[in-house]
Structure formats: C-alpha cells, structure tokens
C-alpha cells in the first residue's frame, strides 16, 4: 500500500487493537475519531475534506489532533474509511426527505454534544444554544457510516441524549415550552437506524410528515 493508506491502517490498527469483531473494531474506530481534535462546524457549511461524493484523506490524516471544523459528511467517510482498511464492511448512509436532487430533514433536533464543541445543542446552527421547541435551527440531511450487514449506524460527529427529555424543552407540543437541563450522552455505535433517528431527531416536526428516506451505501472517492 501507498501513502496515505499505510497511515490509515496504522491508526485503524492502533485505535481497534486487540478487538476481534467488525462491531468492536467500528465501535473503537468511532470513538477515537470522535475526541479526534476536530471540532464540528456551526455554520451548516461543505464538507471540509472533499466535496459530498469524495473524501480528501490525504488533508484529513494531516490535521488529525487538530481543532479543524469537521461535518457529518467528513465524519461519516472517515468512519467508513478507517473501519473498512480493516474489514469492516461500513457504507456511507445520508438520511432526509428526498427533494431537488438531494435529502433534506427539515426539523428541528433533540439535544446533542457535537464533536470538538464544549455545549450541548438543540439549536445546531442557532442562537441560543439550547432553544424552545419555536426554534427554526435544524439538520437539513445526516451522514453517517452503516454497516452493510446489519443496517446499524456508527456516527463519529455527535453523541446524543438517550434521557427521558432528550430536547431539553417540556410543555412544547406543538407550541414553545420551557427549557431544562440535564443530559444522558451515548454516542451513536451499533445502533439500529429506527432508534437512532427517533432520539437524535424532535418528535413532533413536519419531518415526519415528509417521509425521510435512507440513502445508503453512498458511493465517494478517496484520495
């Protein structure tokens, strides 16, 4: 093998070491590049390694340990790239509401610690951080790495709040509520698509209604 895909291996082998399934090895792979150093944007911006059907490996192990803004696409192909070089057998999946060529989710968040931030958020790309459920901030698609046998999804960009209030916000369906405190963090490893969206996404918003559509398996470059 050629650089970069030496230095792959070696931090895939490193971060999985003395694992023995593909589930283990995923799981150690998501959580090391999860306190990576990166630091995840708020500005609903492109991907900063690469565009959304390639991945710039050569510029992502450079700034590995470095407070580099980083989104779901980035993480989502670094999952996939890390735990395949060790035979994983990891797709890249982006979920949304299928329109004008591309996926959009359309509603508001529960709360969620983003990669590299030091609040948590329900209010992504807002202000204030932690809003009412009248918030307009929201995720217009996800990415994330899924493992083809099982349909179980890894994501390195956020843990989110598995407690019994996971917004944050109560008295708020489907108007404005009063805003809490208190958070259970999980980050997202071997967990079933229906789980994960059902607590990463706000129960009551007009994406339900728009039927959101898995797509996996999302073909990119690596270069």
Request: aromatic share 14%; charged share 15%.
């Amino acid at each position: 093998m050629a650089e970069p895909w030496t230095e792959v291996l070696e931090y895939a082998c490193d971060w999985a070491g003395g694992k023995s399934t593909a589930t283990s090895a995923a799981t150690e792979i998501t959580n090391s590049l999860y306190v990576s150093g990166f630091n995840y944007e708020d500005w609903g911006g492109y991907p900063s390694f690469g565009g959304f059907n390639n991945f710039n490996l050569t510029k992502f192990i450079s700034e590995l340990g470095n407070s580099y803004d980083v989104n779901c696409l980035d993480m989502g192909k670094a999952v996939t790239t890390f735990g395949n070089a060790i035979g994983c057998s990891l797709g890249l999946t982006t979920y949304g509401h299928t329109a004008s060529g591309e996926n959009y989710i359309d509603g508001p968040l529960n709360c969620i610690d983003p990669i590299g931030l030091s609040e948590p958020t329900n209010n992504t790309f807002s202000s204030p951080l932690i809003a009412n459920d009248c918030r307009s901030g929201g995720f217009s698609y996800h990415a994330f790495s899924e493992m083809t046998s099982s349909n179980n999804i890894w994501d390195a960009t956020l843990q989110y709040d598995i407690d019994s209030n996971p917004d944050n916000v109560t008295g708020s369906n489907p108007g404005c509520g009063t805003i809490t405190t208190g958070y259970t963090w999980k980050l997202p490893v071997n967990e079933s698509e229906s789980s994960y969206i059902l607590r990463l996404i706000d129960s009551w918003p007009k994406w339900y209604y728009y039927s959101p559509t898995w797509n996996r398996n999302r073909n990119f470059s690596v270069y």
